[in-house]
C-alpha cells in the first residue's frame, strides 16, 4: 500500500494523526507487554489468547483495552484479584507517547518516516526490557529486524533520504553490514583483551549446566555468550558435582567447547547434557559485548544507516561510562555489573533518530 499523497495529508488536521498514533502506540505498548513477557521463554505471541498468568483467565477484549482496564481494575485480574504489574501500564504509556514523539517530530515532512521509527522504537523498548531482566535480546528482535528495515528501505527508500528502491536496499545494506561487522570486531578484540572474568556467588550456591545455558542463581546465560573460542573457558571449584550417573567431591572444574575436565578426568561435553555443581565462585569468559549486541547493531543500522552505527557505538560508551561513574559515586558499584550494553545502544540510537540533523550540523561546523 503507498503511503497518503501529501495533498491528503495536507487536508488533515496535524494533530488528528497526533491523537492516533498515540492510541495506536498503546495498542501496540499492549502486545509488546505480550512479547517481553513470553518471547524470552520461548512462547508463541499470538497463541493463546491474552490471559491472567496467575489464574490463566483468558482476558475478553473488553477488559483489554490499554491503560483504560489497569486503572479501571485498579492493577488487578478482574477474575482473580492478582495484582498487575503496573509495567503494563508503564509499557503501553511510554509506547503511545514514543509513538507521538515520532508523528510530531517526523510527521510534518513524511507520513512514512514516523512510522518507520515507531517501528525502531517498539523493537527498542521490548529489546531493552527484555535485555534488563534476562539478558538476552531475542533473534525475533535482532535478525528479524535486519530483516525488515532491508525491506522496509527498499519500499520506502525515504526512511533513508533516499529517492529510488535501489538506494534504499543499498544504504540499509551498507548500515547492516557495518553495524554487525563492527561491533562483531569489538566483541573479538575484546575476548582477546579482558579474558576471564570471576564472578563471587552466595556461599553454597548451586549452578546447572543444561544442553544449552550456564543457570546460575540470578540469571541465565547462553552458551553463545560465553563460547567464541575454542579457548574459551568456564572454570571453578565445586565441592559438589553432580552427573546423570556420577557425584564429584571437591574437584577443579573446567568447561570449553572442545572438553570438560572434571578433576584429573576428562569427557567430551556434547555427552553431557545435565550438569549440577555447588560452588561460591567461578571464572567465566569475559567479552566486552556480547553477540546479541552485534545483531541489535546491525538491525539499527539496516534502519537508520551506518552513521548512526557510528554513532551508537560512541554515545553508548559515554552513557554506559556516566551510569558507571554515577553507580560508584552512589556507592552501587555492583549495580552497574547487572545492567546489559543494549538499552545504552538503544538509547544512543534514540538520540540519532531525533537529533540527527543537528548532530550532522554540529559535526560538519567543528
Same mark, same amino acid.
Given at each position: 500500500?503507498?503511503?497518503?499523497?501529501?495533498?491528503?495529508?495536507?487536508?488533515?488536521?496535524?494533530?488528528?494523526?497526533?491523537?492516533?498514533?498515540?492510541?495506536?502506540?498503546?495498542?501496540?505498548?499492549?502486545?509488546? $507487554?505480550?512479547?517481553?513477557?513470553?518471547?524470552?521463554?520461548?512462547?508463541?505471541?499470538?497463541?493463546?489468547?491474552?490471559?491472567?498468568?496467575?489464574?490463566?483467565?483468558?482476558?475478553?477484549?473488553?477488559?483489554?483495552?490499554?491503560?483504560?482496564?489497569?486503572?479501571?481494575?485498579?492493577?488487578?485480574?478482574?477474575?482473580?484479584?492478582?495484582?498487575?504489574?503496573?509495567?503494563?501500564?508503564?509499557?503501553?504509556?511510554?509506547?503511545?507517547?514514543?509513538?507521538?514523539?515520532?508523528?510530531?517530530?517526523?510527521?510534518?515532512?513524511?507520513?512514512?518516516?514516523?512510522?518507520?521509527?515507531?517501528?525502531?522504537?517498539?523493537?527498542?523498548?521490548?529489546?531493552?526490557?527484555?535485555?534488563?531482566?534476562?539478558?538476552?535480546?531475542?533473534?525475533?528482535?535482532?535478525?528479524?529486524?535486519?530483516?525488515?528495515?532491508?525491506?522496509?528501505?527498499?519500499?520506502?527508500?525515504?526512511?533513508?533520504?533516499?529517492?529510488?528502491?535501489?538506494?534504499?536496499?543499498?544504504?540499509?545494506?551498507?548500515?547492516?553490514?557495518?553495524?554487525?561487522?563492527?561491533?562483531?570486531?569489538?566483541?573479538?578484540?575484546?575476548?582477546?583483551?579482558?579474558?576471564?572474568?570471576?564472578?563471587?556467588?552466595?556461599?553454597?550456591?548451586?549452578?546447572?549446566?543444561?544442553?544449552?545455558?550456564?543457570?546460575?542463581?540470578?540469571?541465565?546465560?547462553?552458551?553463545?555468550?560465553?563460547?567464541?573460542?575454542?579457548?574459551?573457558?568456564?572454570?571453578?571449584?565445586?565441592?559438589?558435582?553432580?552427573?546423570?550417573?556420577?557425584?564429584?567431591?571437591?574437584?577443579?572444574?573446567?568447561?570449553?567447547?572442545?572438553?570438560?575436565?572434571?578433576?584429573?578426568?576428562?569427557?567430551?561435553?556434547?555427552?553431557?547434557?545435565?550438569?549440577?555443581?555447588?560452588?561460591?565462585?567461578?571464572?567465566?569468559?569475559?567479552?566486552?559485548?556480547?553477540?546479541?549486541?552485534?545483531?541489535?547493531?546491525?538491525?539499527?543500522?539496516?534502519?537508520?544507516?551506518?552513521?548512526?552505527?557510528?554513532?551508537?557505538?560512541?554515545?553508548?560508551?559515554?552513557?554506559?561510562?556516566?551510569?558507571?561513574?554515577?553507580?560508584?559515586?552512589?556507592?552501587?558499584?555492583?549495580?552497574?555489573?547487572?545492567?546489559?550494553?543494549?538499552?545504552?545502544?538503544?538509547?544512543?540510537?534514540?538520540?540519532?533518530?531525533?537529533?540527527?540533523?543537528?548532530?550532522?550540523?554540529?559535526?560538519? $561546523?567543528?
Amino acid at each position: 500500500m503507498a503511503p497518503p499523497e501529501p495533498s491528503t495529508l495536507a487536508a488533515v488536521p496535524f494533530h488528528f494523526w497526533s491523537f492516533w498514533f498515540f492510541v495506536f502506540g498503546c495498542l501496540v505498548g499492549s502486545f509488546l $507487554n505480550v512479547c517481553i513477557h513470553r518471547m524470552p521463554i520461548g512462547l508463541s505471541v499470538v497463541t493463546p489468547p491474552s490471559h491472567c498468568p496467575h489464574c490463566k483467565y483468558q482476558i475478553p477484549f473488553y477488559l483489554n483495552i490499554p491503560l483504560v482496564t489497569w486503572l479501571w481494575l485498579r492493577g488487578q485480574c478482574a477474575n482473580c484479584s492478582a495484582p498487575i504489574s503496573p509495567r503494563y501500564f508503564g509499557v503501553e504509556l511510554f509506547t503511545g507517547l514514543a509513538f507521538l514523539a515520532c508523528w510530531l517530530a517526523f510527521g510534518g515532512k513524511s507520513f512514512v518516516v514516523p512510522i518507520a521509527y515507531c517501528v525502531v522504537l517498539a523493537g527498542f523498548i521490548v529489546a531493552t526490557l527484555i535485555d534488563f531482566e534476562h539478558f538476552i535480546i531475542p533473534d525475533e528482535i535482532t535478525l528479524g529486524g535486519i530483516a525488515v528495515g532491508v525491506l522496509a528501505s527498499g519500499f520506502f527508500p525515504e526512511i533513508h533520504g533516499a529517492t529510488k528502491a535501489a538506494e534504499g536496499l543499498k544504504a540499509a545494506a551498507i548500515g547492516a553490514v557495518v553495524g554487525w561487522g563492527l561491533v562483531y570486531g569489538i566483541l573479538r578484540l575484546g575476548k582477546l583483551l579482558f579474558g576471564q572474568q570471576k564472578v563471587a556467588l552466595p556461599p553454597q550456591s548451586q549452578i546447572i549446566f543444561t544442553e544449552n545455558e550456564l543457570r546460575l542463581p540470578d540469571e541465565q546465560v547462553p552458551y553463545e555468550e560465553l563460547f567464541y573460542r575454542d579457548s574459551d573457558s568456564v572454570r571453578f571449584h565445586a565441592t559438589r558435582l553432580e552427573m546423570v550417573d556420577r557425584c564429584f567431591w571437591n574437584v577443579d572444574v573446567r568447561l570449553s567447547p572442545a572438553s570438560l575436565r572434571i578433576g584429573e578426568e576428562t569427557f567430551d561435553p556434547t555427552t553431557v547434557h545435565h550438569l549440577e555443581a555447588v560452588t561460591d565462585q567461578l571464572s567465566l569468559p569475559r567479552e566486552a559485548m556480547g553477540f546479541g549486541d552485534v545483531k541489535f547493531m546491525s538491525a539499527i543500522g539496516a534502519f537508520l544507516g551506518w552513521e548512526a552505527v557510528l554513532f551508537s557505538l560512541t554515545a553508548s560508551a559515554f552513557i554506559g561510562s556516566f551510569v558507571g561513574v554515577t553507580l560508584i559515586l552512589c556507592k552501587r558499584r555492583e549495580w552497574s555489573a547487572r545492567i546489559p550494553y543494549g538499552p545504552y545502544i538503544a538509547l544512543a540510537a534514540v538520540i540519532w533518530m531525533f537529533g540527527q540533523g543537528r548532530i550532522l550540523h554540529w559535526l560538519e $561546523n567543528r
